[in-house]
C-alpha cells in the first residue's frame, strides 16, 4: 500500500501482515526514520496496491480472494537486510531472502478477474521502511537495518480499506488452505 491518490470509491489494499513482534519493530524503525506515513501504514508486504472497490464488487471481489487463497499453501518468509528502489523511487526496505516466489505466484493470482489490475512498476515483494524522507534519512534506515534478519509463516493474506482519516485498517483476513507443493 502506498500513499497513491485515491480514485473515487472505496480504496482497499491486498498484503502479508508483519506478525509481531516484528510488526511493531518495523513500524517504530519506520517512524524514527521520519516517514510521514509510519503511523498510517502497518509493516506489510504488498499483494495489491492500492485500487477502487464499489460496493456492488465487494461480494464478488470476497469470492475471487476466497478461491485464490484455497488454492495456495502457507509458506514461509524471511526478511534479511535492505535495499532501495533509487533512482527510480525514494525508499529503503528490508528485502525478503524467502518467499519471493510465494509472494509473486500469490499476488499474479490476486490480479485477475475482479482485481485485475496493472502495475505502476514490476511486482518486487518487500517491507517499506523509509519513503518520503530525506536522503540522510534513507541512507540512515538503509545502513540500520542492513543486519535485519526475521522469519516468518504466512498461513493468511489481508485486505486492507484505506479510511477517511489517511489510515489503513486489515479488515478481513483469507486463509491460505492449499496443498503444499510435493517436491
Known sequence: ???????????????????????????????????PLADAIPAHIT??????????????????????AARFAPFRVHLRGTATFLPVSPVVFVALAQGISACERLSDAIRTGPLAVDLSF???PHVTVAH?????????????????????????FSLYEHGDDGYWRRE?????????ARV
Open 47 to 68: 499483494l495489491l496496491p492500492p485500487t477502487a472497490l464499489t460496493a456492488a464488487d465487494r461480494d464478488g471481489v470476497y469470492e475471487h480472494l476466497d478461491k485464490v
Open 1 to 35: 500500500m502506498t500513499d497513491a491518490p485515491e480514485p473515487s470509491g472505496q480504496t482497499i489494499g491486498l498484503a502479508v501482515p508483519i506478525p509481531e513482534p516484528y510488526g511493531r519493530e518495523l513500524q517504530d524503525w519506520r517512524r524514527s526514520f521520519g516517514d
Open 132 to 156: 518520503h524522507v530525506s536522503e540522510e534519512a534513507m541512507d540512515n534506515a538503509f545502513d540500520t537495518l542492513a543486519g535485519y534478519d526475521a522469519g516468518f509463516d504466512v498461513a493468511a
Open 172 to 180: 478481513r483476513d483469507f486463509v491460505l488452505t492449499g496443498e503444499a
Open 122 to 124: 514490476p511486482y518486487h
